[in-house]
T-cell receptor
Framework: AQSVTQLGSHVSVSEGALVLLRCNYS??????LFWYVQYPNQGLQLLLK??????LVKGINGFEAEFKKSETSFHLTKPSAHMSDAAEYFC??????????FGTGTRLQVFP | EPEVTQTPSHQVTQMGQEVILRCVPI?????FYWYRQILGQKVEFLVS????????KSEIFDDQFSVERPDGSNFTLKIRSTKLEDSAMYFC?????????FGSGTRLTVV
């Protein structure tokens, strides 16, 4: 069965610093992987998705993620954090029945 | 950009009452979903719907829950007799070929 594990329920960075949010997946089939962002009291917004094309995926707001099959990872990065990046970030995998299975989320705090 | 629309954005209901959460998926999408997120927890799959029938449901989706696509545009989630533990944010999603789009959610509070 597919699953995702997000290491670190809270991550704090200074404005301008590198953002690294970790996600490891488990999948019995070639996975489709996603990162979603949730701002307070709002819905889920797709940041980026991996669907077996390029392993380095660029998303919105300067975020990108690299699919590493050997490490079963799909970590999310952004070179320079902005205050507006403060939010909850969810990694998700699509299983072979097409539903999304979400990780437990990582809350990103950005300090000035 | 096409959106998934959910109404209402907030609903407060008394325990034991029936609620209907409404969603308008993106028009050319084929698969429809309901997910829920209890406050502070992860997003959980409830049910998927394709070709006018349930294709998969989770163990959360018991007999108190039902889904319907009553016309060509709406997709509803009904909770027959709400319990306190049904309080959560409910998200509708639709997809075509792995392009999932979520609505902004309905916050359901059962009192």
């Amino acid at each position: 069965a597919q699953s995702v594990t997000q290491l670190g329920s809270h991550v704090s960075v200074s404005e301008g610093a590198l953002v690294l949010l970790r996600c490891n997946y488990s999948s019995s089939v070639p996975p489709y992987l996603f990162w979603y962002v949730q701002y307070p009291n709002q819905g889920l917004q797709l940041l980026l998705k991996y669907t077996s094309a390029a392993t380095l995926v660029k998303g919105i707001n300067g975020f990108e993620a690299e699919f590493k099959k050997s490490e079963t990872s799909f970590h999310l990065t952004k070179p320079s954090a902005h205050m507006s990046d403060a939010a909850e970030y969810f990694c998700a995998v699509s299983d072979n029945t097409d539903k999304l299975i979400f990780g437990t989320g990582t809350r990103l705090q950005v300090f000035p | 950009e096409p959106e998934v629309t959910q109404t209402p954005s907030h609903q407060v209901t008394q325990m034991g009452q029936e609620v209907i959460l409404r969603c308008v998926p993106i028009s050319n999408h084929l698969y429809f979903y309901w997910y829920r997120q209890i406050l502070g927890q992860k997003v959980e799959f409830l049910v998927s719907f394709y070709n006018n029938e349930i294709s998969e449901k989770s163990e959360i989706f018991d007999d108190q829950f039902s889904v319907e696509r009553p016309d060509g545009s709406n997709f509803t989630l009904k909770i027959r007799s709400t319990k306190l533990e049904d309080s959560a944010m409910y998200f509708c999603a639709s997809t075509y070929d792995k392009g999932y789009t979520f609505g902004s959610g309905t916050r359901l509070t059962v009192v």
